[in-house]
């Protein structure tokens, strides 16, 4: 069985009943962690909150591959055209 390690960054969509921050569904997914991490970096200056996490994708072909990986032509930031701190 194939792996690949994922790099998936969340941004903050909301507030549960207890307060607590909700993430929806991952804007990007990277092989790199540094790719990751230098997204998070950007959409936080924007006033965005955003967290990274590590996880492992099982048996992707090469067409799936290069669907759920990002790359830096198809960053999600740049279609986020949304208000910074309004929910997704």
Partial sequence: MSQ???YDVYVKGGVDKLGRDEFG???AHFMDRNNAVALKR??????E???????????????EKE?????Y????????????????
């Fill in 73 to 88: 032509s198809r960053i999600p930031e740049f279609e986020l055209t949304r208000p910074p701190g309004e929910a997704i």
């Fill in 25 to 27: 569904h991952a804007v």
């Fill in 42 to 47: 950007r959409l936080e200056a924007r006033g």
């Fill in 4 to 6: 690949e390690t994922s």
């Fill in 67 to 71: 669907a759920w990986f990002s790359d």
């Fill in 49 to 63: 909150r955003v967290h990274v996490e590590r996880g492992t994708v099982y048996d992707l072909s090469e067409r």
